[in-house]
């Protein structure tokens, strides 16, 4: 028997609208067809085989990929024009849930990453892109750091309910730069 490959992560910048009093959040973990910081490229249509398979109940939602922090699950993971859409709720009966609930509010966690293995991708030798034509997705993570910068943030919903605590673009300009210091493009 084969072993599996250790999982590769994706990291992106979140899409949240927003994010209700009970921990519900929307937003794209993905967007198809935009290069990330490590020169891959998701297609439509990557997503389709692994959920079908495995349904929403078998993709974990974890704090920044470690499979001993599940804070939520994912009630609708789907593939959209723009990319992979999801709808989940972050357990604010768990610690870590709370905590991250807290830092979304307030603007300063918006990253998602997926954990994957790589089922069908191809190398471009012209313009060295890698183009992953299908993911085995077995986790989506809140994280600090997203690996796609092109996506953008569209707003927080404030714990009272009200106005962002930050406005988009000067979050969204903020992780950008957060993020090229951590990712450095090659």
Do not use: N, Y
């Amino acid at each position: 028997m084969t072993p599996l490959a250790a999982p590769e992560v994706k990291r992106f910048e979140a899409e949240l609208d927003q994010v209700g009093a009970d921990g519900v959040f929307t937003g794209h973990a993905c967007l198809f067809g935009v290069e990330d910081l490590a020169r891959d490229v998701i297609e439509r249509g990557a997503f389709r085989a692994t959920l079908a398979r495995r349904g929403v109940g078998g993709v974990k939602m974890l704090w920044h990929h470690d499979p001993a922090e599940p804070i939520g699950r994912w009630l609708e993971i789907r593939e959209d024009g723009r990319g992979l859409f999801v709808r989940g709720r972050l357990l604010t009966e768990v610690a870590r849930g709370r905590e991250a609930l807290a830092l979304m509010r307030a603007g300063v966690l918006d990253g998602l990453s997926i954990g994957f293995r790589t089922v069908k991708g191809r190398r471009d030798a012209r313009s060295g892109l890698r183009r992953l034509a299908e993911i085995d997705l077995w986790e989506i993570s809140l994280v600090t750091f997203p690996m796609q910068p092109a996506a953008r943030v569209a707003s927080v919903e404030a714990a009272r309910g009200g106005e962002p605590d930050l406005p988009a673009a000067v979050l969204a300009a903020t992780i950008r730069r957060a993020a090229a210091l951590v990712h450095p493009q090659r």
